[in-house]
Each structure stands twice: as structure tokens, then as C-alpha cells.
């Protein structure tokens, strides 16, 4: 069972430049998350997908946007890469409408912007 | 709003000693709790959970038990191994956050043989 995949696993960017963040789940789950880790700041929600067809806003989406593609797969965009978006990226997975069930998370893609 | 505080690491510790990691929040009305670690180089993966009130979660030797008159939910074993090296994140949900988890900043674990 692949679970939660993520690519790349590591990406390096000057700022002004895009990229795409790439993922997708097997586990047949409608809820999906982005995070962001930094030092000392836990996890930090940018965006997150409820259901196939529906985006919500996290705590920290500025500079950042989504696409729910299909059910498997939730992609994050940075069209203008910043210096402050130097981060671990985490998408994470989840059974929808189970309050207490986990989320899956994939291994994550660490990302510089120099 | 809620929020989630836990003790800062890095904890060092020798194997087979005894783990305390401290987890205490602020929250309205009922959350959920739980303990997630990452070991290097890997995702987050739920390690226990507890829904209510003196519930206590248990899995690989690890315990917490959700204490509402402290608002707390530390982390314990009876004697940790290398293996348990690792970062644990202490997280809670409820109706306030919109269901989404609020996690604590993560604590690093060493353990030396």
C-alpha cells in the first residue's frame, strides 16, 4: 500500500519562480490537507479539501494555491516563490465524516527558496 | 482560541529510562487529543488518541491520559529504546478549530544506547 505520495521529495527555487507540489492518495479518502513544518511552529495549515471538488482556506494560504484534480490527487502552487516559503511541505490525508480518525501523511517535500 | 503548549527539546535520554513528555492545551468545551510522531526523514503517524475525559490513549509501550481539571495529555513510557527516537507533536480537535487539528510546536526525542 503506497498510502499518501508526495513529489519531489526536494526542490530548490529562486525567488520570482513557480513550482508545483504534487499528491496523491490510494486509500480512497475525500478529505486532504496541505502543511507546512517549520523549527519550533509545529504544523501550520495552508489548504485543505473536504470533498472532491471543494478547497478551503487554512491558517497561512497567502501565496499559495490549490487544485483538487480528482479524488486521489491535491496538487499546491506557488506561482511566486518566496525566501519565507523555505519550508517542509506535508500533505496529508484523511476518512471524511469519522471525527477521531487519523490523517495519513506522505513523507513530505523539502523545499528552499534562495 | 485553542492552542497546544509542549515542553521543549531536544529530550535526551538513556535507553530504558523513563519518558515524560508534557502536552497541556487550551480549548473550549470537549476536545479530541492526540500524540502523533515522525521518525527522521518520514511523515507524521498517529501514535494514540483519547475523545474524553480521563480517557487514556496506549500503543508501541506509550501512554496519556487526558486530563481535563490540568488540561493535559502527557506522554509517557516505561523504558524507551533507540527506536523511539524520533519528534512527538501533541494535537487536539474540536468544534472551535472548524475540526481541524491544533498542534503543539513537536518535541525531539534522543535516545542513547
Known amino acids: 500500500n503506497a498510502g499518501v505520495t508526495q513529489t519531489p521529495k526536494f526542490q530548490v527555487l529562486k525567488t520570482g519562480q513557480s513550482m508545483t507540489l504534487q499528491c496523491a492518495q490510494d486509500?480512497?479518502?475525500?478529505?486532504m490537507y496541505w502543511y507546512r513544518q517549520d523549527p519550533g511552529m509545529g504544523l501550520r495549515l495552508i489548504y485543505y479539501?473536504?470533498?472532491?471538488?471543494?478547497?478551503d482556506k487554512g491558517e497561512v494560504p497567502n501565496g499559495y494555491n490549490v487544485s483538487r484534480l480528482n479524488k486521489r490527487e491535491f496538487s499546491l502552487r506557488l506561482e511566486s516563490a518566496a525566501p519565507s516559503q523555505t519550508s517542509v511541505y506535508f500533505c496529508?490525508?484523511?476518512?471524511?465524516?469519522?471525527?477521531?480518525?487519523?490523517?495519513?501523511f506522505g513523507n513530505g517535500t523539502r523545499l528552499t527558496v534562495t | 482560541g485553542n492552542s497546544v503548549t509542549q515542553m521543549e527539546g531536544p529530550v535526551t535520554l538513556s535507553e530504558e529510562a523513563f519518558l515524560t513528555i508534557n502536552c497541556t492545551y487550551t480549548?473550549?468545551?470537549?476536545?479530541?487529543l492526540f500524540w502523533y510522531v515522525q521518525y527522521p526523514g518520514e511523515g507524521l503517524q498517529l501514535l494514540l488518541k483519547a475523545t474524553k475525559a480521563d480517557d487514556k490513549g496506549s500503543n508501541k509501550g506509550f501512554e496519556a491520559t487526558y486530563r481535563k481539571e490540568t488540561t493535559s495529555f502527557h506522554l509517557e513510557k516505561g523504558s524507551v529504546q533507540v527506536s523511539d527516537s524520533a519528534v512527538y507533536f501533541c494535537?487536539?480537535?474540536?468544534?472551535?478549530?472548524?475540526?481541524?487539528?491544533?498542534w503543539g510546536a513537536g518535541t525531539k526525542l534522543i535516545i542513547k544506547p
Open positions: 479539501s473536504a470533498s472532491e471538488g471543494t478547497t
Open positions: 496529508a490525508s484523511k476518512e471524511q465524516g469519522l471525527f477521531n480518525s487519523p490523517l495519513h
Open positions: 480549548a473550549t468545551g470537549y476536545p479530541s
Open positions: 494535537a487536539l480537535r474540536s468544534m472551535d478549530s472548524n475540526y481541524q487539528l491544533i
Open positions: 486509500m480512497n479518502h475525500n478529505s
